[in-house]
């Protein structure tokens, strides 16, 4: 026993072994959950939130015009997915990285003085372009991956992978808390500069789109990943406890953010190599000259409607012309199979995804951004606010995850379809809501792990859907597309329903004299309204929906991995090696 662990460890430790690790899909996966975990800047907003408005004098109306911004750059990556079409990962990623850099370097030096105050245009300017640095680190790291796993279960791959993004805030507020301290709100927008660029830059040779081997079963290999997420999201749960219970020094923050790092770091690593081990082990890595086999088989679980994995001829010269490519835009494929990017826009599957997220992520996203005041206005003290913003946080993880594993589930065991997930979803997040609105005591503790947990489980459900009904292909640009329907929606309810309507109870309280500063609101009233109509558009959007689940319904009940299985086989194929077999399961067993 003794002599066989001593053997392992002896291969583990060459060089051979080494390159493979760094080369592998597992380390990709690795750099690209570390890239996520520290690209989710914008959920940070609420704790710098107090200071941008103090610093600058803006009112509520001004401060959501700039919450919008931020959200708009952060969801509105077009360019970023047109460029992953074109140019290789790490040049995405390195865009990115200075768009981070320079934009919310500029927010930091306007919020500390250091420069002239800037008009509001060129403050919206400055926050959208560091926030749409996130929209190039999530094409680059997350397309990247689920191309590299077109086979596991979609749900899962998305589900980590934008865990990771919603785990970001709490990481990103427990290192500044570490760095700077929590006295001094302005220092984590310097933290936020800073931080996501090195991340993208350490890992930009490392982000590629790997080919799929032959047998892509990767689904029970990512259960890993998910235990150490939960433990990682468990420890920051219990760090938030324990800061808000007692009174924490400089260097036990300094402990606690370097306990999690290492537990964000070294479990992750742990299960790269142990993965890449047994890859070298089973020899996958050497490619040895073999004779043509017989045909292969692959396992369908269950019956496919339709199939094809026939070469189709090359378009004629006749197809090029605009008749003809509006015809095709008009004329899409079935579900599943690679539709254009102008067939996917006039969809109607994309317009109503666009509606629902609108709806959805729209009011989730304004009560995240609105946190600070909501917490201000109720009487809450301003550690609590960080709290809410690291429980939004936690449970943002929580229900991207909860999203992806448990809609895999009963798609695989019950045949559901995704979008139906998301009805239930959108649902959920009306207590949330209601709760904000009611202004219930001590409810708003409740009302962040709701918003937080359902704001996160949209999201992968929607990239999901995406990739499932309209095909990979196009993916980089069509995931950048469906996400853009989020600031649409933060616009309407947050700056032009939210923000007017507490700037008008603001301006009421401070004409009767209940307040002395003019642009801060007290009470319950600054948010009851908004609210109420929020949860109202909530509902609206989760009836939308359900048309999304009709007309998907008998695409879900087939086996909507099946192409990627056979895709996989016969890329491996070699000349003169016989073409791959369909089985689906129900034949092998007659």
């Not at 400055?126 to 590299?148: D, E, H, P, R």
């Not at 879900?556 to 399961?585: C, L, M, T, W």
């Amino acid at each position: 026993m003794a002599a066989g662990g001593s053997a392992a460890v002896s291969e583990v430790l060459t060089l051979r072994f080494a390159r493979q690790v760094l080369a592998g899909r597992w380390f990709m996966a690795l750099a690209c959950l570390m890239i996520l975990s520290a690209s989710g800047a914008t959920y940070a907003f609420g704790i710098y939130s107090t200071a941008l408005k103090s610093s600058l004098g803006y009112d509520q109306r001004t401060l959501n015009t700039l919450a919008f911004f931020k959200d708009l750059g952060s969801n509105v990556g077009l360019i970023a997915g047109l460029l992953n079409e074109v140019a290789p990962t790490p040049a995405v990623l390195a865009v990115g990285a200075v768009m981070n850099l320079a934009g919310y370097l500029m927010v930091y030096l306007a919020i500390a003085g250091q420069t002239a105050r800037p008009p509001l245009w060129l403050m919206c300017a400055y926050i959208c372009a560091g926030a749409n640095s996130q929209s190039f680190a999530g094409t680059g790291a997350l397309v990247t991956c689920v191309k590299s796993f077109p086979g596991s279960g979609r749900g899962i791959v998305l589900g980590l992978l934008k865990g990771y993004v919603g785990l970001s805030g709490a990481i990103i507020t427990q290192l500044y808390l570490a760095i700077y301290g929590a006295d001094d709100a302005k220092s984590i927008v310097l933290l936020i500069a800073w931080l996501p660029a090195a991340v993208s830059v350490v890992f930009l040779p490392i982000v590629r789109v790997m080919p799929s081997p032959r047998r892509d079963e990767h689904d029970g290999a990512f259960f890993p990943f998910l235990y150490i997420s939960i433990a990682l999201a468990s420890y920051i749960l219990v760090m938030i406890v324990i800061q808000k219970q007692t009174s924490f020094s400089h260097t036990a923050y300094a402990a606690s953010a370097t306990a999690l790092l290492l537990l964000l770091i070294l479990p992750l690593l742990t299960v790269v190599v142990r993965q890449e081990y047994c890859r070298f082990k089973k020899g996958e890595l050497q490619e040895e000259e073999s004779l043509p086999g017989p045909p292969t088989s692959v396992t369908v679980d269950k019956p496919i409607a339709s199939l094809e994995v026939t070469e189709h001829p090359p378009p004629t010269a006749s197809y090029s012309c605009p008749g003809s490519c509006l015809k095709d835009m008009f004329n899409p494929p079935a579900y599943g199979k690679d539709y254009t990017i102008p067939q996917a826009l006039v969809s109607v599957d994309m317009l109503v995804l666009f509606l629902a997220t609108i709806c959805g992520v729209g009011g989730t996203l304004t009560a995240i951004d609105n946190l600070g005041q909501i917490g201000q206005s109720l009487g809450y003290p301003a550690q609590s606010v960080n709290t809410f913003v690291s429980l939004v946080s936690v449970w943002n993880y929580a229900g991207r995850v909860t999203a992806g594993f448990a809609s895999e589930a009963l798609l695989a065991r019950h045949e559901l379809p995704r979008p139906l997930a998301l009805t239930l979803v959108l649902l959920l997040s009306c207590a949330g809501h209601l709760l904000i609105a009611l202004a219930v005591p001590r409810s708003l503790y409740a009302a962040s792990i709701i918003v937080g947990f359902c704001f996160g489980a949209q999201w992968p459900l929607l990239y999901a859907i995406i990739s499932e009904v309209f095909g990979l292909k196009y993916y980089a640009t069509l995931y950048n597309l469906g996400s853009a329907a989020s600031p649409v929606g933060a616009y309407v309810l947050n700056v032009r329903v939210a923000g007017r309507l507490y700037d008008a109870e603001a301006a009421r309280q401070h004409r009767h004299g209940l307040n002395g500063e003019s642009r801060t609101c007290m009470g319950a009233a600054c948010f009851r309204e908004s609210f109420l109509i929020i949860t109202a558009v909530t509902v609206a959007g989760a009836i939308v929906s359900l048309v999304l689940v009709w007309r998907t319904w008998n695409f879900y009940k087939g086996d909507i991995y099946a192409k990627f299985r056979v895709d996989a086989v016969a890329a491996e194929q070699r000349p003169g090696e016989s073409e791959p077999k369909v089985v689906s399961r129900r034949d092998r067993t007659n």
